[in-house]
């Protein structure tokens, strides 16, 4: 139901998060209620057509071939209207260009400037996607990316390992899962808080301890024995497990960081499979996502 960096089902209640591997090794921990996973739209309100809009580019750009409205209003999950009038205020804006004899939507020019200066802070145009591409590739599992974002991680992306049984011009053909996007994720307890923590100098990891003391529950313990399971994941270049819910079979996560972004900010990739086979082939899993975040590097 619940597992570390994308697995997440809003519409149960959430079980007592509880954390394996990441405070004490090979331990499950309980965390305080605080520390449980936040589906994105919580803090939405009147900005939710704005959040939309974003929605719909991100659709369009993610399309094998330009979609259609009713395309675009499936994976949004908006009535006809609704997704009429969003992508006619697009057009009008000029962030869209529609061609009325197709009856398909695409992005204009005007999105290369904001594109074009997002990916030089980013390694370069499509050098993330890229690397999440080979990852599920390579591993043939789900493959999220995350952000620290204040006191939480949070989802950016997932790719999961395509379907084969559709076609492959289908716009649900794509491998990006938008269910888990927004997601909020505890720093602590985590499999992607830990690596980004493991990232940081003691100091601010120390600054973040103070700040999500709360969420740790029963599993607060001395900032020094904290510091020391930072440590270890800073020894070994990667975390491994995260939270679960009622069994070790939930999907946990195996994170690390990528290098800085021009901008300072360390992202994380994770991915995703069930807590034994994570446990049984960490060493593998890592080997070949540090070989894909090499090359990521030397692009950047």
Not at 116 to 137: K, S
Not at 155 to 178: N, W
Not at 262 to 290: D, F, K, N, Q, T
């Amino acid at each position: 139901m619940a597992g570390d960096n994308g697995e997440n089902d809003a519409s149960r209640p959430a079980a007592a998060p509880r954390s394996y591997n990441i405070l004490a090794p090979d331990q499950i921990e309980p965390l305080g209620s605080l520390a449980a996973l936040r589906p994105a739209g919580h803090l939405w309100n009147a900005a939710k057509s704005a959040v939309r809009a974003l929605d719909a580019v991100e659709v369009i750009a993610n399309s094998h071939d330009p979609p259609r409205a009713r395309q675009i209003a499936r994976a949004l999950e908006l009535s006809p209207s609704s997704a009429d009038q969003l992508l006619k205020t697009l057009v009008d804006a000029g962030y869209l260009i529609f061609d009325p004899f197709g009856k398909r939507y695409f992005l204009s020019p005007r999105l290369t400037i904001l594109g074009g200066r997002t990916a030089g802070e980013y390694f370069g145009p499509g050098a993330l996607e890229t690397m999440l591409d080979t990852m599920v590739e390579r591993l043939g599992l789900p493959v999220t990316l995350v952000a620290p974002q204040g006191t939480s991680m949070q989802a950016l992306r997932q790719l999961v390992p395509p379907i084969v049984d559709r076609g492959p011009t289908s716009l649900e053909q794509r491998v990006l899962d938008r269910s888990v996007i927004g997601l909020r994720i505890p720093l602590f307890g985590s499999s992607s808080g830990a690596a980004w923590l493991a990232s940081q100098s003691d100091k601010a990891v120390e600054r973040a301890f103070v700040q999500c003391r709360r969420e740790l529950g029963s599993a607060e313990r001395p900032f020094l024995e904290i510091l020391q399971a930072i440590v270890r994941v800073r020894e070994q270049g990667y975390a491994t497990g995260g939270l679960v819910a009622g069994d070790q079979e939930e999907n946990c996560g195996l994170s690390m960081a990528l290098p800085p972004a021009r901008s300072g900010i360390v992202l994380i990739v994770s991915a995703l499979a069930p807590l034994r086979y994570i446990v049984r082939r960490a060493g593998a899993i890592h080997e070949v996502m540090a070989q894909i975040v090499g090359r990521l590097n030397s692009a950047g």
